[in-house]
């Protein structure tokens, strides 16, 4: 089964710097999905950013960028120009690519404060 | 356009009572969801459902039950309400296909067992 690890319950950013959340994940398929949703104070879920893992080019979002590393299985996303509106937990996500799959793994999430 | 609407947005049970999550789409989605978020453990799903009359558990799927009569709705039911459902509950849905790789997700139903 596949399985998403996320090491850092927590981490904090100065406003206008840089932080890189770290995703780890586990699985014998070639061919996925990986994504970050973003959880502010509201509960409201949101899409960051998405990752094919057949396309070697990392994903880039405005501010956000990934860092995929599909052999390590790793699966990071920087936050450049960190805005105190980025202060959210932070999921990780799999999903396979398999014909008649259809189920969203997540780890469980990265808390990210942003200090002014 | 509403998107994925959840309601009730809080709701306090009786052990032993029951209740109904209920989860209505308006993008002619096939595909919907529903999570549970405990604190530290991320979100687990519980049952999905592929389309109209098909649905199949998830991770947690026990002391749940859902229903999927129309494309639209999607009604998570918790019977015999425990403490251990103490939860925030998302249904989620997304077109099918990979041309258009995003959850939408509700606004979550808060539910305290006590």
């Known amino acids: 089964a596949q399985t998403v690890t996320q090491s850092q319950p927590e981490m904090s950013v100065q406003e206008a710097e840089t932080v890189t959340l770290s995703c780890t994940y586990d699985t014998s398929e070639s061919d996925y999905y990986l994504f970050w949703y973003k959880q502010p104070p509201s509960r409201q879920m949101i899409l960051v950013i998405r990752q094919e893992a057949y396309k070697q080019q990392n994903a880039t979002e405005n501010r956000f960028s990934v860092n995929f590393q599909k052999a390590a299985k790793s699966f990071s996303l920087k936050i450049s120009d960190s805005q105190l509106g980025d202060a959210a937990m932070y999921f990780c996500?799999?999903?396979?690519?398999?014909?008649?799959?259809?189920?969203?793994?997540f780890g469980t999430g990265t808390r990210l404060k942003v200090l002014a | 356009n509403a998107g994925v609407t959840q309601t009730p947005k809080f709701r306090i049970l009786k052990i032993g009572q029951s209740m109904t999550l209920q989860c209505t789409q308006d993008m002619n989605h096939n595909y919907m969801y529903w999570y549970r978020q405990d604190p530290g453990m991320g979100l687990k799903l519980i049952y999905y459902s592929v389309g109209a009359g098909i649905t199949d558990k998830g991770e947690v799927p026990n002391g749940y039950n859902v229903s999927r009569s129309t494309t639209e709705d999607f009604p998570l039911r918790l019977e015999l309400a425990a403490p251990s459902q103490t939860s925030v509950y998302f249904c989620?849905?997304?077109?099918?296909?990979?041309?258009?790789?995003?959850?939408?997700f509700g606004s979550g139903t808060q539910l305290s067992v006590l």
């Open positions: 989620a849905s997304r077109f099918p296909g990979t041309g258009v790789e995003k959850l939408f």
């Open positions: 996500a799999y999903r396979s690519a398999n014909s008649g799959t259809y189920k969203y793994i």
